[in-house]
């Protein structure tokens, strides 16, 4: 078969994204040209299961009449003006009901028979850029200015978690602890420090054996992962240089490897973070707009949020990739009304926020979140979200009886697979195998798409996608280890 037209302009003047080109070349790529639903659609007529949500950025599926027909409107009025010294219809509306989601009724008052969530400010400002990284970018630099502003001493000191991952531009990239995409950069970042990630499925702390279940189920520990938080923070004090901020992906860590936090450690972290005076920057871009679903037997309440599920408010908030509901490149980062004020005064003391990119508050993007988000507090697409996590969880729990999974975790409506030589061992594939990506392969020519994090194969699902399909996300999966590495 002679290659597809665009397929050969990609090949001659495309650089993509965390891709090795050189293998990149060696075969044609799949092009998409439509999307339908939870379908992504090729130029060959191919149709694939989109169980990646486009790289975690689609919380509606493809061509939603309700988001289509906002960026229309929105189009006949005006695509794009400066945010440089005007202000806008929808990027005003859009401030006005994030704020609203961020701060719901009862967050603080704490459930029956748990214990009061922690004070925490509100989130009373919004700070608007393009995607992850810019909105990490300005939140840190938020940070580092009310810092230093509030007397914290001339250099912030930032903490963060192991395997943490925050976006690919030098602030974000000193955020974080993954070798193989930060090491090349070392020279050009500023330092910063971690503690352990919580993740119990290769925790060194955890002395319980493999089991075929969730290793937060099983977990044997004393939290000591946050005893070494607490050491970190009481040190940097004792030394009188304490930490200004501690940047954390609430409940689930994605890049990672998708490592879920098991229940009450964001709430205790929080707690010690507070009571050493630091300030909680919490990264959502993933985590946010309801992905990290429902906990199980909770009628009450479903934020959609992460951090709210554990009771926890940060300082500033950084939202990205789900808020156009996957549509167009839109970020905010949400600050409290303190960090606000530290950059308010007469302009010759120059304290203003000096940063900013050409698109802040595009309009095409506003008028899609707000119908995003109108979407997303809809009862029937609620219900809808619980049946899908229901779901997902059933269905994955048959590849339980396959050797080379080692750990299947779920939080709401985001899985990672964890794929290994033995379960018994916990032992891993050499990473230049690449048995994840070998087994995506398998799983999209059988016409579901997904990427991994390492051997962690990753399910995403757009929240418009059915049962049916999900159990044909999870078959593919299935049949694509099994393929790849026998069964
Ligand atoms: C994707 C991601 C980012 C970076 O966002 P970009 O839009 O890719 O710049 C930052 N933090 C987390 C947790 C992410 O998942």
């Not at 603080?108 to 393009?130: M, N």
């Not at 061992?425 to 392969?441: I, L, N, S």
Request: proline share 6%.
């Amino acid at each position: 078969m002679t290659m597809n037209r665009l397929a050969r302009l990609d090949h001659k003047y495309l650089w993509h994204p965390f891709t090795q080109m050189k293998d990149w070349l060696r075969e044609e790529p799949i092009l998409i040209v439509a999307g339908e639903g939870p379908e992504l659609i090729d130029a060959r007529g191919n149709r694939y299961l989109d169980a990646n949500a486009s790289i975690w950025t689609n919380l509606h599926g493809h061509r939603r009449p309700d988001l289509d027909e906002a960026v229309r409107v929105q189009l006949e009025r005006i695509a794009h003006s400066s945010a440089l010294g005007l202000a806008n219809e929808p990027a005003s509306l859009l401030a006005e009901q994030l704020v609203k989601v961020a701060n719901p009724p009862g967050l603080f008052r704490g459930k029956k028979g748990e214990a009061a969530a922690l004070p925490g400010p509100r989130l009373a400002k919004v700070f608007y850029s393009d995607d992850g990284s810019t909105a990490m970018e300005a939140g840190l630099k938020m940070a580092y200015e009310f810092a230093r502003r509030t007397g914290r001493g001339p250099k912030p000191r930032f903490l963060s978690l192991g395997a943490a991952y925050h976006g690919d531009t030098i602030g974000a990239v000193s955020l974080g602890h993954i070798d193989l995409f930060h090491a090349a950069y070392r020279g050009l970042l500023f330092k910063t420090d971690q503690v352990p990630s919580p993740f119990c499925y290769r925790c060194r702390f955890n002395k319980a054996k493999p089991e075929r279940a969730d290793a937060r189920e099983y977990r044997r520990c004393r939290w000591e992962c946050l005893k070494a938080l607490e050491q970190r923070l009481e040190r940097a004090r004792k030394r009188g240089r304490p930490y200004s901020a501690f940047v954390f992906e609430p409940l689930i860590q994605g890049a990672a490897g998708m490592r879920p936090q098991p229940e009450g450690w964001l709430r205790r972290a929080a707690a010690l973070v507070r009571d050493h005076g630091a300030l909680l920057i919490a990264d959502e871009i993933m985590t946010g707009f309801g992905r990290t679903g429902f906990r199980p037997g909770d009628k009450t309440r479903n934020p959609l949020f992460a951090c709210h599920h554990e009771g926890v408010q940060p300082d500033l908030m950084a939202l990205a990739k789900g808020l156009t509901g996957g549509y167009l490149p839109m970020a905010a980062t949400l600050s409290s009304q303190s960090i606000f004020d530290a950059f308010l005064g007469e302009y010759a003391e120059f304290k203003t926020f000096f940063h900013g990119h050409s698109y802040t508050g595009n309009q095409l993007g506003a008028a899609v979140s707000l119908a995003s988000l109108r979407l997303l507090r809809a009862p029937e697409t609620l219900a809808a979200r619980r049946r899908l996590q229901r779901a997902l969880t059933e269905s994955l729990s048959r590849l339980w009886k396959l050797p080379a999974v080692g750990d299947i975790r779920q939080t709401g409506l985001v899985a990672g697979v964890e794929l290994v030589k033995d379960w018994k061992r916990r032992e891993p594939w050499p990473a230049a195998a690449q048995t994840g990506a070998r087994v995506c392969r398998a799983m999209a020519r059988r016409g579901v798409l997904t990427r991994p994090v390492g051997d962690v194969v990753v399910i995403m699902p757009p929240y418009c996608m059915s049962e049916e399909q999900i159990e044909r996300v999870v078959e593919a999966l299935d049949a694509g280890i099994r393929e790849t590495l026998g069964s």
